[in-house]
């Protein structure tokens, strides 16, 4: 039987961590770049109009 010890991953976590984050940053600045233009202020506006109709608060 094959035995694996922690030692053959040590780095991986750190690596997963690193990549992680990067992804995180890189989505929100784009969320960001989209949200703070003109077609984020269209789509803001939009969906604070249709959502209450669809919750039949309107």
Do not use: N, W
């Not at 990067?22 to 600045?29: K, M, Q, R």
């Not at 969320?31 to 249709?50: A, C, I, R």
Request: glycine share 18%; proline share 2%; charged share 20%.
């Amino acid at each position: 039987m094959v035995t694996r010890t922690r030692r053959d991953e040590a780095g991986i976590t750190t690596a997963e961590y690193a990549v992680g984050t990067a992804a995180g940053a890189g989505f929100a600045g784009l969320l960001y770049k989209l949200l703070s233009g003109g077609f984020g202020d269209q789509l803001l506006k939009t969906l604070f109009d249709h959502v209450p109709g669809l919750l039949g608060i309107k």
